[in-house]
């Protein structure tokens, strides 16, 4: 089955820090992998998506590389504020009639001035 | 533009008491429509999908179900509520027709439900 493993939070980072949140995935078939952002007491809202391998979807400061070899999909960000502070999901979709699309965990990121 | 509006935004009921959340979407045709809880500590869970007026697919057995009366109305429900049901509730749309790998699903702000 499909499945999304991200890396454990939460994260604190000092404004201006580099970023790096991990995710890996399995997958049956072809998936297509998204980053959304859930900012405090909000719905959840699209980030970046890549379609295929090799792909780099970027938003915001935000990026991450569609990884075919290390089933991997890690979102970075070269310099983060303390408006980043937010639970950030991993997930993907290979839709084939069965779960439309499957979310990691989440990882909370919080930025200290 | 395509906007999702979900109400209420919070909500406090007693166990065994009824539960109706209503979602929906204005600005799109057909949407895809979905439905997920997010409880504490347990990540997103897919509850229920819609693909058009009537089709409902359910993820995970329990005791919630979900209705499409209209084309951009989407309804979860329950009889009777368990303290197990507080999470927080979120609707989402894709664009309508055959679910593709590599739709985007929108949200909406979601609603907050505490069982107590």
């Known amino acids: 089955g499909n499945s999304v493993t991200q890396m454990e939070g939460p994260v604190t980072l000092s404004e201006e820090a580099f970023l790096t949140i991990n995710c890996t995935y399995t997958a049956t078939g072809y998936p297509s992998l998204f980053w959304y952002v859930q900012y405090p007491g909000e719905g959840l809202q699209l980030l970046l998506k890549a379609t295929k391998a090799d792909d780099k979807g970027s938003n915001k400061g935000f990026e991450a590389t569609y990884r075919k070899e290390t089933t991997s999909f890690h979102l970075e960000k070269g310099s983060v504020q303390v408006s980043d502070s937010a639970v950030y999901f991993c997930?993907?979709?290979?839709?084939?009639?069965?779960?439309?699309?499957?979310f990691g965990k989440g990882t909370r990121l919080s930025v200290i001035a | 533009s395509q906007t999702i509006h979900q109400w209420p935004a919070t909500l406090v009921q007693p166990v065994g008491s009824p539960l109706s959340l209503e979602c929906t979407v204005e600005g799109t045709s057909n949407p895809n429509l979905y439905w997920y809880r997010q409880a504490a500590g347990r990540g997103l869970q897919l509850l229920f999908y819609?693909?058009?007026?009537?089709?409902i697919s359910s993820e995970v057995p329990q005791n919630l179900s979900a209705s499409r009366p209209q084309d951009r109305q989407f309804i979860l429900s329950s009889k009777k509520l368990l303290l197990s049901d507080s999470g927080f509730y979120l609707c989402?749309?894709?664009?309508?027709?055959?679910?593709?790998?590599?739709?985007?699903?929108?949200f909406g702000p979601g609603t907050r439900l505490t069982v107590l």
């Open positions: 989402a749309w894709s664009v309508g027709g055959v679910i593709s790998r590599t739709d985007t699903q929108y």
């Open positions: 997930a993907l979709t290979t839709y084939s009639g069965n779960t439309p699309l499957v």
């Open positions: 819609s693909v058009g007026i009537g089709q």
